[in-house]
């Protein structure tokens, strides 16, 4: 069975760092591109970052380019988003998500906050 479960989440002020994981199990997680997305109160889901299947390809949202970087780690089977210079407009709840099919997890809550 599929699992995806999205961990470090928190409160932080702005200018902070957080950095998300995403433990993966239940299929071969190196054949498989990955991605986060994003999910603030009332507003749509939001692309964040893509990663292929090895890690040498990504792709980033416009609103978090050259603040955040996607990686993973094939060998344990965890994806990264590593997250710099965190704003309130982050907050969010943030989902790791199986490219060929959307599946995700339950996601973790970012909060952006002084």
């Known amino acids: 069975q599929v699992h995806l479960v999205e961990s470090g989440g928190g409160l932080v002020q702005p200018g902070g760092s957080l950095r998300l994981s995403c433990a993966a199990s239940?299929?071969?997680?190196?054949?498989?591109?990955m991605a986060w997305y994003r999910q603030a109160p009332g507003k749509h889901h939001e692309f964040v970052a893509w990663i292929s299947e090895a890690g040498s390809g990504t792709t980033y949202g416009a609103s978090v380019r050259g603040r955040f970087t996607i990686s993973r780690d094939n060998a344990q089977n965890t994806l990264f988003l590593q997250m710099d210079n965190l704003q309130p407009a982050d907050t969010a709840v943030y989902y790791c998500?199986?490219?060929?099919?959307?599946?995700r997890g339950q996601g973790t809550q970012v909060t952006v906050s002084s």
């Open positions: 239940g299929f071969t997680f190196g054949t498989h591109a």
């Open positions: 998500q199986r490219v060929k099919d959307n599946y």
